[in-house]
């Protein structure tokens, strides 16, 4: 499956959990906040939607690699003279959390199901963000896998990729691919929204691919090109029963999936 050698990650994993039947692993900006936060501070304080999306569109095609498509948008907010505190700041205020993850997470902690976010945003704003939205304690908690960040002493800043020799700046399937070698893998459930997801897609058991009213729906648009089964939900809440049903054994993963065209 992972024919391609690993990249070199600059930052630590945490410990793989060896000893459980499901994980979560979900992309944190868009998926478990109702708006991507990097977009946010793109379309407002950097150099806007309209480029934005022109980038993001560049990389779907594949003409730009997500490293550095993002490197420029994040640049553009540097540029705007915004410092990291700041743009802390902002996110707290507008940030909002999936309205059925608080639910689907405490579900998933009382069934020792692990939830761990994988992102391509920065680890420290994530936890600023989710601080905000589900206390500090759920939020010490949740494990996250992401980039960093160096902060300069004039106070600028700049993406620290965890796989800088990755075109994907942060290649996601590296938090799936070790639960796929243990001895008894456990079944992995990855949701996900946009282009930061596309190198987990077809690593996961069951993928999750969130739709959204804006039409930004970059990874649904993805994943019908490359015929990569997934299932379409619009919140966590439509999710979790789905989640539920297989955890119990109810039903299989491929009676959710849905239907993609075969070209
Ligand atoms: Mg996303």
């Known amino acids: 499956m992972a024919a391609e050698i690993a990249p070199e990650s600059t930052l630590p994993y945490p410990p793989i959990h060896t000893d459980k039947k499901f994980i979560v692993l979900s992309d944190w900006d868009g998926t478990i906040t109702t708006y991507d936060s990097n977009d946010y ?3 407002n304080i950097g150099f806007g ?3 934005r999306r022109e980038g993001n569109l560049e990389i779907l095609a594949g003409r730009d690699t997500f490293r550095d498509g993002f490197r420029k948008m994040l640049a553009s907010v540097v540029e705007n003279g915004h ?12 940030i909002k959390l999936d309205p059925g993850f608080k639910e689907f997470y405490t579900w998933c902690k009382s069934n020792d199901i692990p939830v761990i976010i994988v992102s391509s945003g920065m680890a420290p704003l994530i936890r600023a963000v ?7 304690e759920a ?4 494990e996250i896998i ?4 160096t902060v300069f002493p004039d106070g600028k800043w700049e993406i620290k990729f965890r796989h ?3 075109g994907f700046g942060h290649d996601k399937s590296q938090a799936i691919l070790p639960y796929r070698k243990l001895s008894e893998p456990p079944t992995l459930f990855f949701f996900g929204d946009g282009v930061s997801d596309i190198s987990a897609a ?3 058991d069951m993928l999750f691919v969130k739709t959204k009213l804006d039409g930004e729906n970059d990874l649904a648009v993805y994943c019908q090109r490359e015929h990569i089964k997934h299932v379409l939900f619009s919140d966590f809440s439509n999710a979790l029963p789905i989640v539920q049903s297989v955890v119990r054994g109810e039903t299989a993963i491929d009676e959710h999936i849905s239907i993609t065209p075969s070209n």
């Open 41 to 43: 501070m793109t379309d």
């Open 49 to 51: 939607k309209e480029k």
């Open 83 to 94: 410092t990291f505190e700041q743009c802390k700041e902002i996110l707290r205020q507008n």
């Open 130 to 136: 989710l601080s905000n939205l589900v206390g500090p």
């Open 139 to 142: 939020a010490d908690e949740i």
């Open 146 to 149: 992401a980039n960093d960040v």
């Open 164 to 166: 800088p020799s990755s």
């Open 202 to 204: 077809k690593y996961a």
